[in-house]
């Protein structure tokens, strides 16, 4: 998972800029994510395990 490791990496940049830039890139990420687990959960919908 890259999220925390952005938000980790990015609160050790000496700059306020080089921060924020790190928690826009998690941020990101984070959106990937959710899109991932929607797509995820309706194509599974319905289907059963054997």
């Not at 306020?16 to 990420?29: H, N, P, W």
């Amino acid at each position: 998972m890259s999220d925390p490791s952005n938000i980790a990496e990015g609160m050790t940049r000496p700059s306020v800029k080089d921060r924020t830039k790190f928690l826009y890139i998690a941020k990101g990420s984070c959106a990937e994510l959710r899109t991932l687990n929607s797509s995820n959960k309706r194509s599974t919908c319905g289907v059963q395990g054997s």
